[in-house]
Every structure is written in structure tokens, then in C-alpha cells.
């Protein structure tokens, strides 16, 4: 029979009954199988291996005579009755074997035809691909890879590539497998052989939107992801190298030696030296000479005082003139300048600022508060030490020179000199590596008592964070400006002028020598008298000093206890316990005994209100308890009361424990052990020295960095080779209880 009267029958299969339709069924299918009988055993093997494929390439899938496109079925779609089967199996049996019939008798027409000789091997060849990329079975649970035939290697769906042929081909394939193995139960699920791989596909084409909302990704999307989180941290990492990008770590040397930074009035060249940077007195203020002698201190505001090029600093500067203790001369008038020592010259990293403020007095005499090449390295701070005008030349008070001027007032010109060198730190010291706004002064002896003072000034505040006071004195400012102009005429007497253009003609040294001889004293090493001369060198001038420390420190300390941290400014006090020894003193006699000792002190004040058998009771009678009831008396006491009084600040005392209190001193801790510690310059020889030193060090340092001390925050502390707290001190009790401190401090 032939196909034409199949189809016939077919058409008519509408119009009959069930029964004839089964009928004529079978005899259909006993036509097919008599025909397929008569195939060659070759074509038989040939359809077995190929002729499914070709069919599904070719598109020449029929059901019942009738051309039909493979269809894709969704996964969990619903087969219904007639969608590609038929309502037994016996129709499906059918079915199949007409379709192959079909299929044989397409083929062999298409051998017919000439284009089959190009054709038949493209398809040979496309069959082969196509088993080749079958997937095997055990490797189906893996949507993510599938494996390359006979090399049997895994690969990422996402580098597939499949032209529209390969995909209908397969499709066909997999769409005939499942009739062939799908059971006829009326409605079911269709159950796909390949619906792990199809899944795949399933989500590739669907929307990104639609793939985020059912969470089903596929590796594209991860890897999308993967490169857009690379991208991102990729410029975060930028940003933040480019944030911190700036200037050189360290600016070029000249010659590998010479090093130039900027300040505000121009630029300065210093040198490189044991491995830091040093700035020899770089000028902050105008010089103070000619007219501008006994004014107070002008900054370098105008660029006419300013110089042009680079100016070298390459050499140390003479110290302001002054009168040493030895009674020599030294220094210059022109000596408004400041020296800098700093471990790095940049701008990415601020170091904090330790500002040297130190004299033996407040007429003269140099300490030991210099800048420290190696703790400048070591600590990684930027050490300044400004000059300021001293004696006559800094604190002359007098009446021709108040009257000169408006408003009236005069003295304390070397109070103003710090007052400006603080104001050019502020804006020039970023230039040299150092933080504006963190700056710890350090006074020493006069000049902790001048910090102290500019520590009542307002317009002062705002240049420091935090101070550092060894040694000062606590009576100052001791007399209104009217008085200390009166206490002053001796002065006039001596210089022989009367008006204030006479006192800026003379020259320097008629200066120096029309000041007495007493105000150029220093009690600090001796036994208070009850006719003993007493004078200030600061006054309260309306200006700078306008109220007495107490009540500037009564109200920081108000503000401590209400919050007010930036009013208040951290404080320490300190002080050696044997800060009234000196080499003079020590030389007055080869042996020191007791007798000597007892008479010393029964000549004194002490010996005047009969105390001093009460007072050998917390004293021995050797050189070293004399020493430690004169540095009581002068020092120590003064700043227990004051500490206990006035401030809630610490106070530290320097025990003894190896500190070297000069050639002469044996181990005695001297008024200048603490400072030499802090600035490397202490003699450490022996290994407690060393302990002694490295506490002292820790418990400065710690302070410049933090604004804190690392121990307690209040009352005393003993420094020796630890710190220890100081719970009491009996000796201080009895001399404040009968009114011997702080009567008799030290005024420098």
C-alpha cells in the first residue's frame, strides 16, 4: 500500500467508529510490517544507526502522514491525550513503526536526488558531533559541566556554542526518546530524560530580572558578579591610596646634606645631621634692637622683614644677651630666633611638638632643656627651643618706658617673645613635620615659671595643648606694675637717663651693667633668712599678666570638674628631691659634718622660730639631708601645696635611686636630673641610672602623646628606677603648718 492511500485512510478515520477505526489500525500495521519485511538487511542497519538522526535533522518527523516540527516541552509541562501519543500503547506501537517506515521511504528518495551526494556526509558528520556531545548518563546531576565526548573533560556551560541545527537536532532526538519510553496513563507529568541540562538553558533564557526573583543563576551570573566585586574593590583600593598620596616622605637633599622647607616669611635651608634635620635659628619675630629695644615682641607680619631666596640655617645662633651665673656675658640682642630639630621634613604623618622653654633664672644662665637629635628620632617628636630675651632686656619695668607708649605699661618683653614663637609654631611648624595641635611645653627652672605664667594669659590658650612644669616657681607674678616701676628707680640711677630714647641709644652692655647685682641673684640653693631681698622679675603689667596664676589655675580647674576639656589644658608639676644642690654650695666646705650642718640651719629662718630640732627629725645632718630640707623649703613644698591646693594635677619627685646630681653631687638627684633624662643628656653609666632614666622617659613621652600620665592621674608620685606612688609628705605638712612655705620658694 502506498503512502498516498494511507493518508486516504486516515481522512476517513474521522467518520468511523472506534471499533472500525482499532479495525483498520491493525491492518495498517500489518501493511507496515509486510513492507519494512522487504528492506535490506544493510538499509535495515543503516536506519537502526542513522535514521533517526537524519530524520531529526532533515525535519522529517511525520504522525500519521503529516509533517510535524519537533515541539520543546517545558519542564513539569502536562501531557495531554494526542500531544505526541496516542490513548494506548498499542496506537504509540503503531506510530512508531509508521513514522520509521516513513523515515526509509524519505531516505531513499533523497538517494535519488543529486544534492544527496553533498548532503550524506554533512550529516554523517553532524551525527558523529552530535553523539560525540551527548551527555552520559552519570552525569546528568551536574547542570553545571558537561564532557567532551571520548576526552571526557568537564567545561562551563557558558562556552558552549550550538547552531540552531545542532539544537533542533537534539531536540528531535530527545522528543522521540520520550514517546518511546512514555507509558499512556491519560494525563501525567512528562518525565524528560535531560531535564538537569535542559535547566540550564531554561534559566540562560529567561531575564535577569526573572532569574533573581525564582534565585536560579547560572555561572555567567556568578562570574558577572565575581568581576564587578574585583572592579569595585579594585577603585576602593585606589581611592584610598590616592587619599593618602601627597608630597614626598622626605623632601631631597641638596648636595645629600641640605635640606629646604617653607615658613611664612620664606624659605629656609637646614642640614642633615646624626639623623635628623636641624634648623638653626630661624627667625619668628622682629629683631629687637635700635627702636624696638624694651617693646614687646612683633611678628614677621610684612613681607619687608621677611628676606628673599632661601635662607641658610645651617650653623647654631648666639642665645639672647644675657648674664651667666658666673658673672660673664654672653649672647646677642638680635636673638629673636628659634631652633628646630625634627626626624622627618613632610606632611603625611605630624609628629607632636615639644617646645624647650628653659633657664637657670630669669636673668640669665643656660640649662639643659636643649633639643635631642636622638630622642627626636627615637621618640618621634619634633623638639623647638625658642630664644627669649632675659634680664633687663626681657622684664625691665619702669615708669619713662610705660609712659612711652600707649597703653601705659611695661616689663615681661620676654613673656611676649614666647607668646609669638608659640603663634609662628602654630603656623609654620607643619612645614617641619610637627602637629599644630598638639604642642607640650616644657619648662625648666625660669622658664617653667614663664610657662606657667603665659598659662594665665587668653590669647595663649589656643597655642598649646598641654604643659610640663619642672622645677618653677609658684610666687609670681609677685607685685602690681606701680610697684615693681617704684622698686625699679635704681635702675634709672645707674643708667643715668630719664626717658626712653636714652635707655634705646645706650648700647648693651651699659645696659647690663646698670642692673644691681641683687636682682641677679639666686636663693635657690640656700637657707631662707628673715631679711633676705626679694624681687620679681614679672609683674602684672595689665597685658599679658593681668591676674595672679592661682586664679587662672582656680578656674581651670572649675572647668575640669564641669567637663569643659577644652578650657582646661593637662598639667605636671615636678621637682628633684635634692634640687637645691649646687656645685657652689657643695664646695663650701671639703668635709661636711654634722656640727656644720645643725649651725647652718640654727643660723637660718628655721633656727630664728626654733624648729630645728622638729625639723632633724625628718632630716639628717649631713650634706644630703641639708640639701633635701633646702630643696623642701624652695622647691618641693611650694608645689606640694600648690598641687594640693589649687590643682587637681600630678606631681612627680625625682628620689635619688643613681641620679647624678653633677660632678660634685655623688648620687644625689640634682634640680636638672629630670630634664636631662627626658632629653638624653643624663649621665647613665651605671645600670640604675638607666632605670631611672628610661622611667623618667616613659612618664614624659607617654604624656606628649596621650595628654596623660600612664600611671595615676593625681596626687604623687616618686621617680626613681620605677614609679612608685609618694603617699605622703611629712616633712612638707610641718614646714607649710608653720608658715615657712611657701613664704620662702624660689621666685626664679
Sequence with gaps: ??????????????????????????????????????????????????????AALAGDVTEQGREVKPKYIPIGAIKMPGFFTRNSEKDKTKEDESTIEKDTEHEKTLEKTDDDINTKPQIGLLQAFAKLLQPKDNDRENDQTKRLGIFNVKYPKMFQKKNAAQEATLASMETLEDKLDTTNDGMENVKLDVADQEEGKVATRLPLKERVRQRKFIIDDIMVCVVVVLVLLAVIIGIIVASRAGPPNERPLRLGRYITTLTSCGAVEGIYDEGVYKFYGVPYAVPPVGEKRFTYAQPLNNLSLCWNGTLELHEPTPLCLQMLENSTITGDEDCLT????????????????VVLIGANSLAGGIGPAQPSALYAR???????????????????????????KYPATSGNYGLS????????????????????????????????????ALTTA???????????????????????????????????????????????????TEILSATPDTWLGNNIDSLPSADEFKRSWLVLDGNYLRVHAYESWDKQKKAKEEGKEKVFKPMVFGTAI???????????????????????????YIGEKNLTETVFQHFNKTYEGLVELISSIRTLCPLV???????????????????????AGGGLAGIDADVQAIVGTFESAMPEQRRFMAAMQQLFYYFVWHGELAGPAGGLLAVGQDLLPLPAAPACDLLIREDVVPRYAHLD
Design 1 to 54: 500500500m502506498s503512502t498516498v492511500d494511507i493518508n486516504q485512510m486516515d481522512s476517513e478515520n474521522d467518520n468511523k467508529t472506534l471499533d472500525k477505526k482499532q479495525i483498520e489500525e491493525e491492518e495498517k500495521e500489518m501493511m507496515l510490517k509486510a513492507e519494512n519485511e522487504k528492506l535490506d538487511d544493510s538499509e535495515d542497519k543503516k536506519m537502526e544507526g542513522e535514521g533517526t538522526v537524519r
Design 338 to 353: 628659634l631652633d628646630i630639630v625634627t626626624p622627618h621634613v613632610h606632611y603625611g604623618y605630624p609628629l607632636p611638638v
Design 378 to 404: 627615637t621618640k618621634e617628636v619634633v623638639f623647638v627651643r625658642p630664644n627669649f630675651r632675659l634680664g633687663p632686656f626681657g622684664f625691665l619695668a619702669l615708669d619713662i618706658l610705660s609712659n612711652s
Design 417 to 452: 617673645d614666647l607668646l609669638v614663637a608659640l603663634q609662628w609654631i602654630q603656623y609654620n611648624i607643619k612645614h617641619f613635620g610637627g602637629d599644630a595641635e598638639s604642642v607640650t611645653l616644657l619648662g625648666h627652672r625660669a622658664g617653667a615659671t614663664l610657662v606657667a
Design 458 to 508: 587668653t590669647n595663649a590658650q589656643k597655642l598649646y595643648s598641654r604643659v610640663w612644669l619642672s622645677s618653677p616657681s609658684v610666687i609670681f607674678p609677685g607685685e602690681p606694675l606701680q610697684q615693681s616701676q617704684n622698686n625699679n628707680e635704681q635702675f634709672k640711677q645707674l643708667s643715668k637717663c630719664n626717658d626712653a630714647d636714652c635707655l634705646r641709644r645706650i648700647t648693651p
Design 578 to 604: 635634692h634640687s637645691g644642690h649646687t656645685d657652689l654650695l657643695k664646695m663650701k666646705h671639703m668635709n661636711w659634718t654634722a656640727d656644720i650642718v645643725e649651725k647652718m640651719v640654727n643660723e637660718s
Design 641 to 663: 601645696s600648690l598641687a594640693r591646693l589649687r590643682l587637681a594635677a600630678p606631681l612627680y619627685v625625682v628620689t635619688g635611686a643613681g641620679a647624678g646630681g653633677g660632678a
